[in-house]
Structure formats: C-alpha cells, structure tokens
C-alpha cells in the first residue's frame, strides 16, 4: 500500500449496503465517506457508517483470545493466542460429541459480518442440526410469505417511480437509509403517501394518510383492507383471472374482515381503512415498502402473505413503478460452493430440539426461545455447549430473564464479537472478530436496488479474525477442514463465476454491478409456485398443514384475548429502534451515544399528564413478567393507549461487574419467551403486549 490511499468498499455495519470511500494514512483508517459512485447511496452516508474509524480503533474493541478465570460472569480474563483458544474449544466440542452426541452443542447466529452461512456451514459438518437465528423476528417472514405466494421478494420500484407508496412497519430513516431516499423522491414527484405505524416517524409529516394501528393488529388492517378491494372491485381483474389461483375462495374469506370488524381489533375508524385501500388500490403503480414491525407474533407470515396478496390482486407485480425482482448473476453462497453442503439432512433435523413447534420445511434453523427452554429443562436432551456468533442474545432473545439463567446454567459457552457485550461476559471463551474493514467478502443486499458490491480488506486490529477465519481454524482443529477449503478470495471468486468477474476485477469496478430488475417476466414462464401463478390459495401451506388463507389470530396479552390483565395493565407498547444503532450494537461509539444518551420511552402527552409524568422523568415500563426504566419521551399523534420502547439498551460504561447494566433498560425483560409462537415460522410475540407505566419514585 502506499502512504496516502482510498480504497471503495462497502460498509457492513448494517445490510443495507451502502458504498463508502476509506482514507488510509500509512496503513491506518482515517476517514470513511460516502462513494458518490455507489448505485445505492450515492454518496450519502447514515451516522453509523460515519462511524466507522470509531468502532474499528475503539480502545475498547475485543483484539486478542481470552479465556475465562474467574466465575461466570465475574470479568476475570487471560489473554492467550489463537491456537490455544481454537485447540481448547475444539477439544471441549470434541468432548460434548463423543460423551452426549453432537446435538448437544447448539450454535446461536446474529449479525455476524458474514452472515449465517459459515456457522450453519460448521454446525452441519461438526453434526448438530442446532442453530438458532433471528430470521423468525426478522426479515424470515416476509422473505419466507413472498417466495410461497409469488416465487420471488418484490420491492418497491423507485427508479420509475411509484404514483402510491406504503411504508409499513418501518422506519426508513432509521433501519434503510438509501431506501429512505428513494421514498422521499418518490413523494416529492407526486406519489401518495400512506405510513402504517402506531408511532411518528419522520415521513408522516409528508403522508396522505397515517393509520396508527394497534400494535400486533396488521394482519387485521390487511385483511379488512383485501376486504374493502374485493367488494368494491377495485382489483386488476385480468391479472387476478390469468395469473393468480384462488381468488374466489379469498373473497369468501375476507367477508368476515369488514373493515368495522377491523375497527375494532385495529383502533382505526372504518372509513380510514376504506380510504387507505381506494387510495393504494386507484393509485397504479404501487409499491408497499414493508418492514420488521410486521414480523413479531402469531400472525408475522400471515400478515405477510396478506401484504404479498394485496400487492398482486391490485395488479402491482412485475410492472415498471410497482413491485418487481431484482436479479443478480451471483452463486448462492450455501449451494455453489465446491466444499459439502449447508444442508441439514432430514433425519438428523429430526432430531432438532424444539420439534413439538414444528415450522414450515424450509425452515432450518431452531428456534432461540427453544434453544433456552433445551438448556434449561434439558428436554428432549440437554444442551452441553454453545457457541455463539455475532448475537448478543441477554438483549436480543425473549423474556432476557430466562436467557440470563440459561447462559449461567450451559457448561461451555463460547462468543465470537468486536467488543464484550453482556453476553460475552458470562463466557468461557472471547474470541475477537473482525470489522467490516478488516476481511475480503461479496456484498448483495437485499432490501432494495440490487447490485454485487465487494468489500475490502484494508486494516487489522490486534489479532481479530472473520467469521469464516474463526470458523476454519476451528474446523481445522477438529478434523473438518475440508468443508472450509480455500481463502475468502477464493470462496468470493466461486460466488462471482455467474457474473464473468473475479473478486480482483469485481474490486476494480467502479460501483460495481447492478442489478436487473423484471418486468412481467411470468408472461413468458410463469411464476415460481407449484401452480406457476400466484398462489392466493397456497397449496404449499395447505399440504403442510397450515392456513392456505391469511387468517386473524389475537395474541396473547392483548387488551382484546386478555382484557382482566388489560385492566392491571391498560397500555401497549411496541418497539423502535434508534439511527444511531443497529440491535443491541454501538452503545460504546462516543459520536453515536451523544446522538442518543438514553433509552427513551415515547408516549403520548395526554397519557403522560394522566400518569403525572413529564418530559424527560425516568419512568418504569411493567409487564407481568418485570419491569425497566427508560426516559421518558412526550410523542405528540400517538394513540394514547400506545408506548414506544427503546430497543436493546445495555451501558458499557457500567463496566461487566453487572454485566453492563443488561437488564436495566432491556425491553426483552418484558416479553415471553413461551407459546403460543407464529405456527409456521415460530415468530415470538414482541409487540402489542400489555403494560404500565409509572413514574420513578
């Protein structure tokens, strides 16, 4: 390298895939910018990636192995090399097999840098068909819904644009930075504008419409929505008569979902519901920009397919402005690679803990609430080991109570992370992992414009390894180097052989390689369900047992299923999440923490002085299963009856004495981790559920 240089990658800090320019002073990062030259943002970076030089050389970042000395939990460490930790770990693992089966160690997946794939990648090749994931509370849903209605993920098509945009469940500012845009021009060109969501977010000052649901209500709003279409006649009948199956059998179902109905379960007055879907139904092309907030809860796939059927009975699939694929020439990642296969056979997935909440088939991955229930109960067996990678589960599971006991109680516990986290204080082992920054990998996101973007090594800090480094020297260790052959060049060349390039010439081109998106491709060879047409009637769900038709659960803990606990605690709360941090990541970053000190509750004014609570007084949040404290945040337009709360809040600063202050402010002290689960894909029930709220003192 030489003295001064900037090298184009692509920030990972999220998803969502923003280009970034990285300044390197003599081998050092000194800045990371926006790349105008990237097809996805433009130039334009959000404050996290702004934050880049901070996470990497935090003094605080995990940068050697350490090996627990003291008690669990009591932050006594020695630090020690890599092939002592990668020897120890893989002997304890080794061990755990022969003594209980390889069941018995159980991996758990968050955000690694890397994704899912190198970890169910190991997990498969050491045995155990246990990996847990987030999916099912994020992004699984509707992923999973797209592909059994239509074959495909739909997006939003900005780039003619849409003459009706929805935006629901999602703060775009926040979660989807250069989606944001996009919407904003959007409307700025004409598009109508409709927000579902129960909290303001920065788009509602420009919507036409606000529906501010009831937490855990849209599948309601949906269906009354589908409802108000079908008998006014509002759908694309040609499309609806040529290319989708079971419509007849929809509009028998949806008679029961009148929009009065709705009313009731939703919050929304009736004439609201009719007028947001006259005015998404009249508005061709249409596009709905959907988010994590439909995800939580017994209706998340339902809710989902109810999305997925409105946007193809309106005639919004496949056309320019409306909702259409990206395709990119890429190799999936699981499949193409020439080293075993990810896939879990089927008699050993039998053997899954977690089998009595059976989800749908392609559904490889266990549930976490599962996974703590096996710990704790050790049933159908117990769990001897776990190793986890990129997750902070103390904040990111359900009820965080039963997570703490669980990862006091597990034998052998093992966290792979840029810092330590709550969690990775109550390890045995630490291992150091690598930022964005800091190893080689091919980016396609998923969310909006597709294109294949590389990601470059520039730097490293201390001895901190990637994912798939970690992973195949552990492999190594135990025998099973084979299935992590090769170096990230070589694995990203294997990724790239459908597009011509190799990971060298992919990082010479400037703004890589963009996406095509589709346009009425099914006229030529149909869609990719088993009848070849969108399937409103999914057969795939009816032959697995499950609702062929999106049909309205109540959850649990709700004013309406539970109206006696209603009266002990009379509001609901949702979630939200900050700009400033992705999950439960960049409590420590000095620049993100001065945008957002504190957990913040939002509530209502009118609520607030009812509760004898003023702006900025530390308040209790209550469900039966315990209570947090935030700050609260007075929130003009919410419904009254609704808090928002903070997400993920634990406090570095507090040092791990106390593990960082995890159950403080921690909202998953306050939801459940037991059933009822979403029957298909076993989503937990994180919004919608009843509470207090009180002043401190």
Same mark, same amino acid.
């Given at each position: 390298?030489?003295?001064?240089?900037?090298?184009?990658?692509?920030?990972?800090?999220?998803?969502?895939?923003?280009?970034?320019?990285?300044?390197?002073?003599?081998?050092?990062?000194?800045?990371?910018?926006?790349?105008?030259?990237?097809?996805?943002?433009?130039?334009?970076?959000? *404050?996290?990636?702004?934050?880049?030089?901070?996470?990497?050389?935090?003094?605080?970042?995990?940068?050697?192995?350490?090996?627990?000395?003291?008690?669990?939990?009591?932050?006594?460490?020695?630090?020690?090399?890599?092939?002592?930790?990668?020897?120890?770990?893989?002997?304890? &693992?080794?061990?755990?097999?022969?003594?209980?089966?390889?069941?018995?160690?159980?991996?758990?997946?968050?955000?690694?840098?890397?994704?899912?794939?190198?970890?169910?990648?190991?997990?498969?090749?050491? =045995? *155990?068909?246990?990996?847990?994931?987030?999916?099912?509370?994020?992004?699984?849903?509707?992923?999973?819904?797209?592909?059994?209605?239509?074959?495909?993920?739909?997006?939003?098509?900005?780039?003619?644009?849409?003459?009706?945009?929805?935006?629901?469940?999602?703060?775009?500012?926040?979660?989807?930075?250069?989606?944001?845009?996009?919407?904003?021009?959007?409307?700025?060109?004409?598009?109508?504008?409709?927000?579902?969501?129960?909290?303001?977010?920065?788009?509602?000052?420009?919507?036409?419409?606000?529906?501010?649901?009831?937490?855990?209500?849209?599948?309601?709003?949906?269906?009354?929505?589908?409802?108000?279409? @079908?008998?006014?006649?509002?759908?694309?009948?040609?499309?609806?008569?040529?290319?989708?199956?079971?419509?007849?059998?929809?509009?028998?179902?949806?008679?029961?979902?009148?929009?009065?109905?709705?009313?009731?379960?939703?919050?929304?007055?009736?004439?609201?519901?009719?007028?947001?879907?006259?005015?998404?139904?009249?508005?061709?092309?249409?596009?709905?920009?959907?988010?994590?907030?439909?995800?939580?809860?017994?209706?998340?796939?339902?809710?989902?397919?109810?999305?997925?059927?409105?946007?193809?009975?309106? =005639?919004?699939?496949?056309?320019?402005?409306?909702?259409?694929?990206?395709?990119?020439?890429?190799?999936?990642?699981?499949?193409?690679?020439?080293?075993? !296969?990810?896939?879990?056979?089927?008699?050993?997935?039998?053997?899954?803990?977690?089998?009595?909440?059976?989800?749908?088939?392609?559904?490889?991955?266990?549930?976490?609430?599962?996974?703590?229930?096996?710990?704790?109960?050790?049933?159908?067996?117990? @769990?001897?080991?776990?190793?986890?990678?990129?997750?902070?589960?103390?904040?990111?599971?359900?009820?965080?109570?039963?997570?703490?006991?669980?990862?006091?109680?597990?034998?052998?516990?093992?966290?792979?992370?840029?810092?330590?986290?709550?969690?990775?204080?109550?390890?045995?082992?630490? &291992?150091?992992?690598?930022?964005?920054?800091?190893?080689?990998? #091919? #980016?396609?996101?998923?969310?909006?414009?597709?294109?294949?973007?590389?990601?470059?090594?520039?730097?490293?800090?201390?001895?901190?390894?990637?994912?798939? $480094?970690?992973?195949?020297?552990?492999?190594?260790?135990?025998?099973?180097?084979?299935?992590?052959?090769?170096?990230?060049?070589?694995?990203?060349?294997?990724?790239?052989?459908?597009?011509?390039?190799?990971?060298?010439?992919?990082?010479?081109?400037?703004?890589?390689?963009?996406?095509?998106?589709?346009?009425?491709?099914?006229?030529?060879?149909?869609?990719?369900?088993?009848?070849?047409? #969108?399937?409103?009637?999914?057969?795939?769900?009816?032959?697995?047992?499950?609702?062929? &038709?999106?049909?309205?659960?109540?959850?649990?803990?709700?004013?309406?299923?539970?109206? $006696?606990?209603? !009266?002990?605690?009379?509001?609901?709360?949702?979630?939200?999440?900050?700009?400033?941090?992705?999950?439960?990541?960049?409590?420590?970053?000095?620049?993100?923490?001065?945008?957002?000190?504190?957990?913040?509750?939002?509530?209502?004014?009118?609520?607030?002085?009812?509760?004898?609570?003023?702006?900025?007084?530390?308040?209790?949040?209550?469900?039966?299963?315990?209570?947090?404290?935030?700050?609260?945040?007075?929130?003009?337009?919410?419904?009254?009856? #609704?808090?928002?709360?903070?997400?993920?809040?634990?406090?570095?600063?507090?040092?791990?004495?106390?593990?960082?202050?995890?159950?403080?402010?921690?909202?998953?002290?306050?939801?459940?981790?037991?059933?009822?689960?979403?029957?298909?894909?076993?989503?937990?029930?994180?919004?919608? @559920?009843?509470?207090?709220?009180?002043?401190?003192?």
């Amino acid at each position: 390298m030489t003295t001064n240089q900037i090298v184009r990658s692509t920030c990972n800090f999220c998803q969502i895939g923003c280009g970034v320019l990285v300044h390197l002073k003599e081998g050092v990062v000194v800045k990371v910018e926006g790349d105008p030259a990237s097809p996805l943002n433009k130039g334009i970076l959000c *404050t996290k990636g702004l934050a880049t030089v901070e996470y990497v050389y935090h003094p605080d970042r995990l940068k050697h192995p350490l090996k627990r000395v003291g008690e669990r939990g009591e932050n006594k460490w020695q630090q020690i090399s890599w092939d002592e930790a990668l020897t120890t770990i893989a002997g304890r &693992l080794a061990e755990t097999k022969e003594k209980y089966g390889a069941e018995s160690v159980a991996f758990s997946v968050g955000a690694a840098k890397t994704g899912a794939a190198y970890p169910r990648r190991f997990a498969t090749a050491f =045995g *155990t068909p246990n990996v847990s994931w987030q999916g099912h509370v994020c992004f699984a849903p509707r992923m999973t819904a797209s592909r059994l209605t239509y074959g495909f993920y739909a997006v939003p098509d900005y780039e003619n644009p849409p003459k009706c945009l929805v935006v629901w469940g999602v703060n775009l500012a926040a979660n989807l930075f250069h989606v944001r845009i996009r919407a904003g021009q959007a409307v700025g060109k004409g598009a109508k504008l409709i927000v579902i969501d129960p909290r303001p977010i920065d788009l509602t000052a420009r919507a036409d419409l606000w529906l501010k649901v009831r937490p855990g209500s849209d599948l309601a709003l949906a269906l009354a929505m589908i409802n108000v279409i @079908i008998n006014e006649e509002l759908y694309d009948k040609d499309f609806v008569e040529k290319w989708t199956v079971g419509f007849d059998r929809l509009k028998a179902h949806v008679q029961q979902y009148t929009p009065e109905w709705a009313a009731g379960v939703t919050w929304l007055p009736a004439e609201k519901i009719r007028e947001a879907a006259r005015t998404y139904a009249a508005n061709r092309p249409a596009g709905i920009q959907w988010g994590n907030g439909i995800d939580h809860g017994v209706n998340s796939l339902q809710t989902a397919r109810a999305i997925a059927i409105l946007k193809a009975i309106t =005639g919004n699939l496949n056309i320019p402005g409306g909702e259409s694929e990206w395709t990119v020439p890429l190799a999936p990642l699981v499949e193409e690679q020439p080293i075993p !296969s990810v896939r879990v056979p089927e008699d050993r997935w039998a053997k899954r803990v977690g089998t009595e909440y059976a989800t749908i088939p392609s559904i490889k991955r266990i549930l976490p609430q599962r996974l703590v229930k096996a710990i704790l109960d050790e049933k159908p067996y117990p @769990i001897r080991a776990l190793y986890i990678q990129g997750a902070n589960p103390l904040l990111s599971f359900a009820d965080a109570q039963e997570t703490y006991r669980a990862l006091k109680k597990v034998n052998f516990l093992v966290v792979a992370d840029l810092f330590m986290t709550p969690t990775a204080a109550m390890a045995d082992f630490v &291992l150091p992992a690598a930022s964005y920054l800091e190893f080689d990998a #091919v #980016v396609s996101p998923p969310y909006s414009n597709a294109a294949i973007l590389a990601q470059q090594k520039v730097t490293r800090v201390g001895e901190c390894r990637s994912d798939f $480094e970690i992973l195949a020297g552990l492999a190594e260790k135990l025998g099973l180097g084979e299935h992590f052959g090769g170096t990230e060049e070589e694995l990203a060349d294997v990724i790239l052989k459908p597009s011509g390039l190799t990971f060298q010439e992919l990082k010479q081109k400037v703004g890589g390689i963009a996406g095509t998106m589709k346009y009425k491709e099914y006229e030529e060879s149909g869609f990719a369900t088993p009848s070849g047409k #969108v399937e409103i009637y999914s057969s795939l769900l009816e032959g697995w047992g499950y609702d062929p &038709l999106p049909t309205y659960r109540e959850q649990p803990e709700s004013p309406l299923s539970e109206p $006696e606990l209603a !009266s002990e605690y009379p509001l609901v709360f949702t979630s939200g999440k900050s700009a400033s941090y992705r999950h439960s990541g960049g409590r420590q970053i000095k620049s993100l923490r001065a945008d957002h000190p504190e957990p913040l509750v939002n509530i209502n004014p009118e609520m607030a002085k009812k509760l004898g609570i003023a702006d900025g007084d530390m308040v209790y949040i209550e469900t039966k299963r315990g209570r947090i404290k935030q700050k609260a945040s007075l929130t003009r337009g919410m419904d009254p009856r #609704v808090v928002v709360v903070d997400y993920a809040w634990w406090f570095p600063e507090k040092g791990a004495k106390d593990l960082y202050g995890w159950a403080e402010a921690n909202i998953n002290i306050l939801t459940d981790g037991d059933p009822p689960y979403n029957r298909e894909i076993g989503s937990t029930n994180l919004r919608g @559920i009843v509470c207090k709220v009180y002043k401190e003192g």
